[in-house]
């Protein structure tokens, strides 16, 4: 790997991960109207969870339904590409959007990856569970080895 190279050339991302209470998959504009609820919903519960420190996000007065169609469309596109992967938290019983998991490069040389997730207020009980999760699925099934876990 390059050091401008986020994952190997030929590394093939994993596209789930499955716990009893929660699965991930790949985050596109099939999730839309739930994504879009379930971060509007939670938007001080996002802004106080560890990851987010810069405030810049979620936006306090939310977004429109088109710009955030247009914001799941660049994670799917950085996806495709391998620029950055996102994945949407689904409930595992009814599908619902529960949160969001976001793997991009690093804003310093310090890591190799950075590491960010939310769960919506109304699942906070999930938001160790996940981001512990997460951990234990970068160090066996992604190629870095120093990520930051923004804080956890």
Wanted: some cysteine; proline content about 11%; charged content about 20%.
């Amino acid at each position: 790997m390059t050091s401008d190279a986020f994952v190997p050339p030929d590394f093939d991302p994993p596209t789930s991960l499955v716990t009893d209470r929660f699965r991930l998959e790949p985050l596109g504009p099939q999730h839309n109207v739930a994504d879009h609820a379930a971060w509007m919903s939670s938007i001080e519960h996002i802004r106080a969870t560890p990851g987010y420190p810069d405030g810049d996000w979620p936006p306090p007065g939310g977004m429109s339904l088109e710009a955030n169609l247009a914001d799941l469309r660049r994670h799917a596109d950085d996806f495709t590409s391998g620029r950055g992967f996102t994945f949407t938290v689904l409930d595992p019983v009814d599908g619902d959007v529960i949160g969001c998991v976001y793997l991009y490069p690093p804003a310093s040389e310090e890591y190799d990856v950075t590491v960010q997730s939310w769960v919506r207020a109304d699942r906070a009980g999930l938001d160790v569970p996940l981001a512990t999760a997460v951990a234990n699925w970068i160090a066996t099934d992604w190629p870095w080895v120093r990520p930051d876990r923004c804080g956890r």
